[in-house]
Nanobody, 123 residues
C-alpha cells in the first residue's frame, strides 16, 4: 500500500483544515488507518484511527471533540477534519495503514506510512 497525504498549510488559531490520505496498491478498504503527528523536537504521536469499515474510531484526548477521522473506501481515501485548531497542533501529519482488526494508537501498529504534510497554526 502506498499512501499520499495532502491538505496541510498555514492557518490561524480557531481555523479549520482537512487532510486527505490517498491510498493505492493493495485493497485499502481492508486496512485500519490512522493519523499521527510529529512536532519539532518531539516524538511522533497518535492523533486518530479508524477501522476498515469506518464503523469504529479512536482519538487522542488532545484532539477529541475537535478532529474527526473518516474514510471513503470507494475513493481509497482517509480524511482528517481538524476544527478549532490551536498553535499546539502545529506538526507534520502522517497517515498510516495496517491490516488490523483493532485500532492501534502507537506507530508499531501500522505497516505503511505516507510522507507527511505540514500543518502550521499561527497568528
Amino acid at each position: 500500500v502506498q499512501l499520499q497525504a495532502c491538505g496541510g498549510g498555514l492557518v490561524q488559531p480557531r481555523d479549520s483544515l482537512r487532510l486527505s490520505c490517498a491510498a493505492s496498491g493493495r485493497t485499502f478498504s481492508s486496512y485500519a488507518a490512522g493519523w499521527f503527528r510529529q512536532a519539532p523536537g518531539k516524538e511522533r504521536e497518535f492523533v486518530a484511527a479508524i477501522s476498515w469499515s469506518g464503523g469504529r474510531t479512536n482519538y487522542a484526548e488532545s484532539v477529541k471533540g475537535r478532529f474527526t477521522i473518516s474514510r471513503d473506501n470507494a475513493k481509497n481515501t482517509v480524511y482528517l477534519q481538524m476544527n478549532s485548531l490551536k498553535p499546539e497542533d502545529t506538526a507534520v501529519y502522517y497517515c498510516a495503514a495496517g491490516e488490523r482488526s483493532y485500532l492501534p494508537a502507537y506507530t508499531a501498529g501500522y505497516d505503511y506510512w505516507g510522507q507527511g504534510t505540514v500543518v502550521t497554526v499561527s497568528s
